[in-house]
């Protein structure tokens, strides 16, 4: 697939995801996610986070999943990412790694970002895709999400990707005062 059509579908991506949003106002209490979101998703190149057989499907708003991975809904990583309020200073925890795409978002909204990974293979490739598309302000670990990542606790803002039934207490204990999940 060419980098015109990839641009052109990351666009209708966007589009939709606008539209979800107002359609949800009552359920989102506003009817709009924060600019700086919308124009970070806009940029980033999920095709890059998927294999190529999953490619042409990298930016319909559904879950896709390979041998490897299972990639979220792109309405959900947008509120997800919403609903942290980022700011530049922000010291991010995203739990659950998987190929990378929520990190780079973050990454592209604060200064710091670590992400924990329980699968190593996929932690190892992920780690150097994002090398790769040159983002140097993400360390992705190798370990279980439910105890944090204490050697860089405290964390502003917590995001968990992965889908655990209780927010484990350990995670919450690396949470800065002021922060927020």
Sequence with gaps: MENRQHDVMR??????IVADAVFLTAQLGKSAFASRVIEVMGKIPRHEFVPLELQPYAYLN???RS???DHLATLLIALMTDLLELRPGDV??????GVGFQAAILAELVDQVYSIELIEE?????RRRLQRLGYSNIEIGVGNGYYGWNQHAP?????????????PP???ASSSPAGKW
């Design 11 to 16: 666009q209708q991506m966007i589009a939709e």
């Design 170 to 172: 350990p995670l919450l």
């Design 122 to 126: 996929l932690a190892l490739d992920t």
């Design 92 to 97: 991010t925890l995203e739990v659950g790694a």
């Design 155 to 167: 964390f502003d803002k917590i995001v968990v990707t992965a889908a655990p039934d209780l927010i």
């Design 67 to 69: 041998a490897t991975a």
């Design 62 to 64: 559904r879950r896709c």
